[in-house]
């Protein structure tokens, strides 16, 4: 995970032209249009649970919900705070969730940005989706953001990120590379500030997972599923709908 980039993590995909605005827009009308709001039982304001928060950038713009956030990384949940200082954001990990301990539960669970895909084959990938299944009330919806199916991943491709600021310059490069269905991110940070230039390394082991997969593992958990190709950022959006 992204346990030694935190202080750049928002300047770098900011200059990937990540729009969170339009996300979190893009989420609400999405969740509306499905009834998820304006059913019997839905709280006022209706509750939702971002499960690997990040940054908390999401958290900060849906704030018409009563929102609670989690993160694995204590660094991402320092700097929510920092940007969400009045919500409940917790460390824990999203096999394990406790509905009860995180105040639920929850009309909306969000797992946005592809964190899913931190789910390195199919059992841990099972276990997350029961386990956020198992945070919704009767008639929520979760809403999971996949990463790259298998096919799709171009290996041997050189990725590179640039940030240009007065007072800071930041190269992140990758090179993909595929072992199975593990897919190996291997970010190498130049990072260039008043204290001089140094070099971070920092690995990402990614689990590939067809459409059909994920699918399967929404319905294991008893959810209706559903998937919208498109989604918030052309990767495509999981939908699942607990039971009345």
Do not use: N
């Amino acid at each position: 995970m992204f346990t030694k980039s935190q202080d750049w993590y928002d300047l770098i995909y900011d200059a990937q032209g990540k729009d969170y605005a339009v996300e979190a827009a893009t989420l609400r009308q999405l969740v509306r249009s499905k009834g998820v709001l304006d059913r019997p039982g839905c709280g006022h304001p209706p509750k939702l649970l971002d499960v690997a928060c990040g940054t908390g950038r999401h958290l900060a713009l849906l704030d018409d919900f009563a929102r609670v956030g989690i993160d694995l990384d204590p660094g991402m949940l320092d700097r929510a705070a920092d940007r969400c200082p009045d919500l409940m954001l917790v460390e824990s990990d999203m096999r394990t969730l406790d509905p009860v301990g995180l105040g639920g539960p929850f009309d909306v669970v969000t797992c946005l940005f592809s964190a899913i895909a931190y789910m390195t084959d199919l059992s841990s990938l099972h276990e997350a989706v029961a386990s956020m299944g198992r945070c919704l009330a009767p008639g929520g919806m979760l809403v999971v953001e996949p990463f790259l199916e298998p096919e799709v991943v171009e290996l041997g491709r050189p990725w590179a990120t640039f940030v240009d600021r007065t007072d800071l310059k930041i190269a992140r490069m990758d090179v993909p590379k595929l072992e199975g269905r593990l897919l190996q991110l291997e970010f190498e940070y130049l990072i260039a500030d008043a204290d001089g230039v140094r070099h971070v390394p920092e690995c990402h082991h990614i689990g590939l997972f067809t459409v059909q997969e994920i699918g399967e593992a929404f319905r294991a958990a008893g959810l209706a599923w559903e998937f919208e190709p498109r989604g918030l950022t052309g990767r495509g959006l999981h939908l699942g709908r607990r039971p009345d």
